[in-house]
């Protein structure tokens, strides 16, 4: 029976890698990346940049190969409507928290790492680690910087503004925001070793702001 250490390894190859699991009925383990590892691989192909999601198509052809190969189920988080329930998921296999910003945190990596699919197998995986007892990082965090950096505050303790944080991106291209990643995101002090890269960080700016719905 393959064991979760020897999946792990099998995704390296491409910049993923497992980021905790849990039986129920079935086990399910999550795919991720932590850090740019993942974009220094993406993108290397002309069928990389497959529209209208180049990152989402190049993430389901590399899993479904391997879920194949794994004769496992392969789940994503962008398949819906009804989505998959990742963020559900995450809090219960892996050690990350709620953020003022919304994404996860981890205490290690900070904001700086995400959930790209899950593999779930109608049989146990040996291996899969417990998730380790610790506690937010956002508990200790006295100073917030994340909430005071965005330059059009559309992140409150309220919540977070999307038409106004996806109105000034695209009046202000060449905006550090833009070209470097979220200021706010950047900000937060724990992980910062593991940033994205500023063209990785970009990469995900820009397919933001292409979701903006079009104005009549």
């Known amino acids: 029976?393959?064991?979760y250490n020897q999946i792990d390894d099998m995704l390296k190859p491409v910049g993923f890698c497992l980021r905790g699991g849990f039986t129920d009925k079935l086990t399910t383990l999550l795919v991720g990346n932590v850090g740019s590892d993942i974009w220094k691989l993406f993108g290397q192909q002309y069928d990389d940049w497959m529209e209208p999601d180049p990152l989402d198509h190049w993430t389901r052809d590399h899993l479904v190969r391997l879920a194949d190969e794994l004769d496992?189920?392969?789940v994503f988080p962008f398949?819906?409507?009804?989505?998959?329930?990742?963020?559900k998921w995450a809090m219960k296999a892996d050690c990350v928290f709620?953020?003022?910003?919304?994404?996860?945190?981890?205490?290690?990596?900070g904001l700086w790492h995400a959930y790209r699919g899950a593999f779930v197998f109608?049989?146990?995986i040996k291996g899969?680690?417990?998730?380790?007892?610790?506690?937010?990082p956002c508990e200790r965090c006295q100073k917030k910087p994340c909430l005071k950096t965005c330059p059009v505050g559309a992140f409150t303790v309220d919540g977070y503004n999307v038409p106004d944080c996806m109105d000034y991106l695209g009046r202000h291209l060449d905006s550090d925001c833009m070209t470097l990643g979220c200021l706010a995101r950047r900000a937060c002090p724990v992980g910062e070793k593991f940033s994205y890269h500023p063209a990785h960080g970009?990469?995900?700016?820009?397919?933001?702001?292409?979701s903006a719905p079009l104005k009549p």
């Open 1 to 3: 029976m393959i064991s």
């Open 128 to 136: 899969i680690p417990p998730k380790p007892k610790l506690t937010s």
């Open 79 to 87: 398949d819906g409507p009804a989505y998959a329930p990742f963020q």
């Open 122 to 124: 109608e049989h146990p």
């Open 202 to 210: 970009q990469f995900h700016m820009d397919r933001f702001l292409r």
């Open 72 to 74: 496992c189920k392969v």
């Open 98 to 109: 709620p953020s003022p910003l919304g994404p996860l945190i981890h205490p290690v990596y």
